[in-house]
Nanobody, 126 residues
Framework: QVQLVESGGGLVQAGGSLRLSCAAS????????MGWFRQAPGKEREFVAA???????????YYTDSVKGRFTISRDNAKNTVYLQMNSLKPEDTAVYYC????????????????WGKGTLVTVSS
C-alpha cells in the first residue's frame, strides 16, 4: 500500500525558513515525478513545485511563479523522499502543503497525481 507522509510544517515568522519532507513508502518512486501543492484557507489547491523522476529528468525543476527564488524542491531516491526548502516565507505562504507523486509529470502538475499525502500545515505570521 502506497503512503506519502509529510512532515516539517509549523509556525514561523515572516522571513523565516522551513523544510518540508515527504516520505513515500509502498513502492520505489525513483522514476516517478514528485511534487508539492498547497491549499490556503478558502482557496483552491494550487501547484507549488515539481521534480521529474530519474530517467525523465534533464535537471529541470518546476515552480509556480510566486515561489520562484524562495523555494527549492529536491529529492533523495535512496530514501524515497522529496523535500521542499522554503526560505523568505511570507504570510501568503500560509497553507496546508501536500505531497504528490505520479508516473507522469504532466498529470502531476495538473493536480491529477495518483498518490497524495494528507498534508502538513505551514503558518507564517507577520
Amino acid at each position: 500500500q502506497v503512503q506519502l507522509v509529510e512532515s516539517g510544517g509549523g509556525l514561523v515568522q515572516a522571513g523565516g525558513s522551513l523544510r518540508l519532507s515527504c516520505a513515500a513508502s509502498g513502492r520505489t518512486f525513483s522514476s516517478y515525478a514528485m511534487g508539492w501543492f498547497r491549499q490556503a484557507p478558502g482557496k483552491e489547491r494550487e501547484f507549488v513545485a515539481a521534480i521529474p523522476g530519474s530517467g525523465w529528468s534533464d535537471g529541470s525543476v518546476y515552480y509556480t511563479d510566486s515561489v520562484k527564488g524562495r523555494f527549492t524542491i529536491s529529492r533523495d531516491n535512496a530514501k524515497n523522499t522529496v523535500y521542499l526548502q522554503m526560505n523568505s516565507l511570507k504570510p501568503e505562504d500560509t497553507a496546508v502543503y501536500y505531497c504528490a507523486v505520479d508516473g507522469r509529470l504532466s498529470d502531476l502538475v495538473r493536480s491529477l497525481a495518483d498518490y497524495w499525502g494528507k498534508g502538513t500545515l505551514v503558518t507564517v505570521s507577520s
